[in-house]
């Protein structure tokens, strides 16, 4: 299981854009492919712009809240494991 907090898109110097959100959509889907189960937890209250490309849509979530970042990652450590 791959549970990644982030804050926003993929971005690095020269690593953003559409190339970052492919690049990231597609080691997605390569670890997929080795039975790695993946989940974003993001603050970025844009990502529902791009995170749809890179996962599914059942397969990310945005937090307006930190304080609820416990109860969030319970429930999806709960969802890949029952």
Avoid at 30 to 41: A, L, V
Avoid at 71 to 82: A, E, G, S, V
Wanted: with cysteine.
């Amino acid at each position: 299981m791959l549970i990644l907090l982030s804050d926003g898109k993929p971005l690095d110097q020269e690593y953003h854009g559409e190339y970052a959100i492919e690049d990231t959509r597609m080691a997605l889907r390569e670890s997929q492919r080795y039975g790695i189960k993946s989940f974003c937890i993001t603050v970025d209250r844009e990502a529902a712009e791009y995170l749809p490309r890179m996962y599914a849509s059942s397969r990310w979530v945005v937090i307006d809240d930190v304080m609820k970042l416990p109860d969030k990652i319970t429930r999806i450590y709960r969802l890949f494991t029952t």
